[in-house]
């Protein structure tokens, strides 16, 4: 089946530690994408990537990085310098023509204890 | 950048009825505006999209229109089901243009309850 895998689905983590938010396609396309979802505020662009060894920072990138070693893997990592990490976080993909349309993962929740 | 409001922030309709969401966005050179649907526990899909050169569009129960002049668009679902039940989220984005990147703002969502 084509589509984007988020794993894991749900995260627990204590504070301080740093941890990686897996994203993998096979849609073939060049673009993807992370969102930040909180209660009340929508989603957040925290980094997105346009292609393959390249990414910017979106509007909420500090605490968090990327890499962009290959099409379909898109990981996150949220470092401790994250002050508020527990959120719902979403990757997306986007095909890079003419449509405008994003494709979303299933989510990731991570819950700092 | 973008700036994008929506409202309400929840909306409880009676099966049947049709249901009205809002937005507006700040920056006049935004030329592609989606809406979302988000389920509970998963990740939002796209219902329906618009682009500035038309004002309004519609696919069986969902419509948007679009007012650049005032820089709002607005969804409508007429003969609403338990099943349109779910969150709602406008976006707003430049496409095709020099920095646009395709970046998605998206508004606050709208909480939807379809009532038997």
């Known amino acids: 089946d084509g589509g984007i895998t988020q794993s894991p689905k749900y995260l627990f983590r204590k504070e301080g530690q740093n941890v990686t938010l897996s994203c993998e396609q096979n849609?073939?396309?060049?673009?993807m994408y992370w969102y930040r979802q909180d209660p009340g505020q929508g989603l957040r662009l925290i980094y997105y990537?346009?292609?393959?060894?390249?990414?910017q920072k979106g509007d909420i990138a500090e605490g968090y990085s990327v890499s962009r070693e290959k099409k379909e893997s898109f990981p996150l990592t949220v470092t401790s310098a994250q002050k508020n990490p527990t959120a719902f976080y979403l990757c997306?993909?986007?095909?890079?023509?003419?449509?405008?349309?994003?494709?979303f993962g299933e989510g990731s929740r991570l819950t700092v204890l | 950048g973008e700036n994008v409001e929506q409202h309400p922030s929840t909306l409880s309709v009676q099966e049947g009825d049709s249901a009205v969401i809002k937005c507006t966005y700040s920056d006049s050179a935004s030329n592609y505006f989606p809406w979302y649907k988000q389920e509970l526990g998963k990740g939002p899909q796209l219902i329906i999209d618009?682009?500035?050169?038309?004002g309004e569009k519609k696919d069986q129960r969902i419509a948007v229109t679009l007012n650049k002049t005032a820089k709002h668009f607005s969804l409508h679902i007429t003969e609403t089901q338990p099943e349109d039940s779910a969150v709602y989220f406008c976006a707003a984005s430049k496409q095709g243009l020099t920095g646009g990147g395709n970046k998605l703002t998206f508004g606050t969502g709208t909480q939807l309850k379809v009532e038997l």
């Open positions: 997306a993909t986007h095909q890079g023509s003419n449509t405008g349309e994003l494709f």
């Open positions: 990537s346009q292609i393959v060894n390249d990414f």
């Open positions: 618009i682009r500035s050169n038309v």
């Open positions: 849609l073939n396309h060049d673009a």
